[in-house]
C-alpha cells in the first residue's frame, strides 16, 4: 500500500490509499513511524482520503500511532474519513485518544 509521508519539524502527516488490511498495515506501521522517530512531530496527521477499504487493521494503525506519538507529548489528526470508516472509528472509541474527521467536516471547515 502506497503512502505519501510530508514531514516538518511540528508535523508528519501520512497521506494514506488503497487498502488498509492486515496485509498492508505492517508496511505503513512502519513507514509512518519511522517518520516519526526521525522528526519527533508535535503532531501526526492520518490523511484517510485516498482509502478505499479498511477492516480492523485500521483501526490497530490508528491505536497504534497514538500510542507512538503520545510519548512524545504530540497529539494525533484522523482527518477525510469516508463516513463508514468515521462511523466505524466513532464507534471504536477513538475519538478520546484522535481528533478525528469526515470529508464534509474538512470542507465544511475550508468554506467558512
Given at each position: ?23 498492508t498495515a ?59 470508516v468515521y ?26
Amino acid at each position: 500500500m502506497p503512502v505519501k509521508i510530508i514531514s516538518t519539524k511540528q508535523r508528519v502527516t501520512a497521506f494514506l490509499e488503497g487498502e488498509i488490511d492486515h496485509h498492508t498495515a505492517a508496511a505503513l506501521r512502519l513507514e509512518i513511524d519511522e517518520a516519526i522517530g526521525r522528526n519527533k512531530p508535535k503532531t501526526l496527521k492520518l490523511d484517510f482520503a485516498d482509502v478505499t477499504f479498511m477492516d480492523s487493521s485500521g483501526i490497530g494503525l490508528v491505536m497504534g500511532r497514538f500510542r507512538t506519538i503520545q510519548p512524545l507529548g504530540g497529539k494525533l489528526i484522523v482527518s477525510n474519513l469516508s463516513p463508514q470508516v468515521y462511523r466505524i472509528m466513532q464507534l471504536a472509541g477513538l475519538e478520546k485518544i484522535a481528533k478525528i474527521s469526515k470529508r464534509e467536516d474538512v470542507n465544511n471547515a475550508e468554506n467558512k
